[in-house]
């Protein structure tokens, strides 16, 4: 994942931001958090790579990541085609990441399960990470930080699938936008079989190859993740430890 090479990836953007003391979820008495409706989180409880809100009364936890985007293209349209990639990037992942599993307390039943929903702000401040975007070069990768201006559109790849491991493996087609991909790594996931960039990281088996950090689209509860932290850091501040336990269950599932 590191054919594209315009410019070296930057480390993550360590500054935290700005929050209220009584807005990090870490500070005030037990009776002020009781009563309190939002926990903020920020970005140096979870390696510097997102932010996490949780809206306690609404049954809600939001991951939210802040992205700038630089055009590394020609200078003619430059502004426009950023601008139409920025708001696309952002449509893409979030579609592709929100509301696909709940969580749920091991203490508690359906009515506390807490629906997930992924935010980016491609408003470029105090950006978590800086993506920068390539022209489409044929047969290169998009990788972490560097993505190719069809990063949000579909693109397929053929790989071989044994169903039935009595049978012959069969040409199977896996469909994906990159940007969905990359913006699993950016939230810590490596690949869905191994780390690095070998075929077999992207998946062994059916399953796995269907998988956003294989070569499809679906986002499986491994996936989910970086959520399970979210929302870990907020039972640290609402739950007894035996209860900061945490499992994924289907939306909407009251």
Wanted: hydrophobic residues 30%; aromatic residues 8%; proline residues 6%.
């Amino acid at each position: 994942e590191s054919i594209l090479q315009g410019r070296e990836a930057p480390a993550l953007h360590p500054a935290p931001l700005a929050f209220a003391a009584d807005d990090k979820g870490s500070s005030g008495d037990s009776d002020s958090k009781a009563a309190r409706r939002y926990f903020h989180y920020d970005r140096s409880n979870f390696g510097d790579r997102f932010d996490g809100v949780v809206d306690r009364f609404g049954h809600q936890v939001t991951l939210r990541m802040n992205l700038d985007f630089e055009d590394m293209g020609r200078p003619e349209g430059k502004e426009a085609r950023i601008t139409r990639f920025r708001t696309r990037a952002k449509q893409v992942i979030e579609e592709t990441w929100s509301g696909v599993h709940a969580l749920r307390s091991v203490c508690h039943g359906s009515q506390e399960n807490f629906e997930a929903r992924v935010v980016v702000d491609t408003s470029g401040k105090n950006p978590h990470q800086t993506i920068y975007v390539h022209p489409d070069i044929p047969g290169a990768r998009s990788n972490s930080t560097n993505w190719k201006e069809n990063a949000v559109e579909w693109q397929e790849r053929k790989s071989a699938v044994r169903p039935d491991p009595k049978k012959p493996p069969v040409e199977t087609t896996f469909y994906q936008r990159a940007a969905a991909h990359e913006f699993g790594h950016l939230i810590g996931l490596s690949h869905i079989h191994c780390e690095g960039n070998d075929d077999r990281c992207y998946g062994v088996s059916g399953e796995q190859k269907m998988d956003i950090m294989g070569m499809g689209s679906v986002v499986s509860r491994r996936d989910y993740e970086p959520f399970i932290r979210i929302m870990t850091r907020y039972g640290q501040d609402t739950l007894p430890a035996s209860c900061n336990k945490w499992k994924l269950v289907e939306p909407g599932d009251r």
